[in-house]
């Protein structure tokens, strides 16, 4: 049987990781729900004479926009993911320190006497 205070090390890593996992589908969803409702220059359905015509200076300014929002928004989404793992390794390692001086103190107590 594991002890309590095992369990509680346990808890708090899950905990960690719960947050950590919520933070980057949260990250990846608003850079999804960006790239899906972002609206373009002349997006949409234009008329049949438009698109015959020569605009390829045109359709090519149009794309070029449409992957610098889309490389923006998975910049911003890299940006979160990385404070989230940061902030969950930060958590870790607080769980480990407070897990080595617990288990620290009790042996020097246990021993001093």
Do not use: D, N
């Not at 095992?6 to 990781?17: F, H, I, K």
């Not at 999804?32 to 438009?50: H, N």
């Not at 940006?79 to 320190?97: D, F, G």
């Amino acid at each position: 049987m594991a002890s309590a205070h095992a369990a509680t090390v346990r808890e708090a890593g899950s905990a960690a990781v719960r947050a950590y996992e919520e933070a980057v589908a949260t990250a990846t969803h608003a850079y999804e729900e960006a790239v899906r409702t972002a609206v373009y220059p002349y997006q949409g359905k234009l008329p049949s004479w438009i698109t015959k015509l020569p605009f390829e200076s045109f359709k090519r300014k149009t794309k070029e926009v449409k992957e610098s929002f889309e490389r923006s928004q998975a910049k911003e989404k890299e940006t979160l993911c990385s404070r989230a793992k940061a902030e969950l390794i930060k958590a870790v390692l607080e769980i480990a320190l407070t897990h080595r001086l617990r288990m620290f103190r009790h042996h020097v107590e246990t021993h001093s006497s």
